[in-house]
């Protein structure tokens, strides 16, 4: 894991750099089809949405967003393909648990993909439901709970 990280709110000059993660996951981890979806969060300048950085470049975005008292959900959260596996996506789950537990949450809801719900599952998230070309053809929607 490196060291040299550190996370800052969302801006709208951020705007290509996620762009551009996002492609990087594609068709990987999301469907060709939610680029619009996403590029439509972003231009709503998200307040809550967080950027990570990485030796001064955005390698990485996420957002624990909602108004409950007892739930929030985990939003668009994407990484990096150039720094996949070095432990980034972990420190964002440690983040958003401790957000979670500071304002007192039962819980984090999380729509993942069939292919990045393993990742969460392994930081405690459960399934709740599947549902099959949720997300597209072929990426299958799988709707988990992380209870804190």
Not at 25 to 47: I, K, Q, T, W
């Amino acid at each position: 894991m490196t060291t040299n990280i550190s996370f800052r709110f969302y801006t709208a000059q951020d705007r290509e750099a996620c762009l551009t993660i996002f492609d990087e996951n594609c068709p990987e981890f999301f469907a060709l089809n939610e680029r619009v979806d996403y590029a439509a969060f972003l231009d709503s300048n998200p307040l809550e949405y967080e950027v990570c950085i990485v030796d001064g470049a955005i390698v990485g975005a996420y957002g624990l967003l909602g108004k409950e008292s007892e739930w929030r959900d985990l939003n668009w959260i994407l990484i990096s393909s150039k720094v996949q596996g070095v432990g980034i996506g972990s420190e964002f789950i440690n983040r958003v648990v401790s957000m979670g537990k500071t304002a007192k949450l039962t819980g984090i809801k999380i729509a993942a993909s069939h292919l990045s719900a393993p990742f969460f599952a392994k930081h405690g998230a459960l399934p709740i439901r599947e549902i099959e070309n949720g997300w597209g053809i072929d990426m299958h929607r799988i709707d988990m709970e992380l209870k804190l």
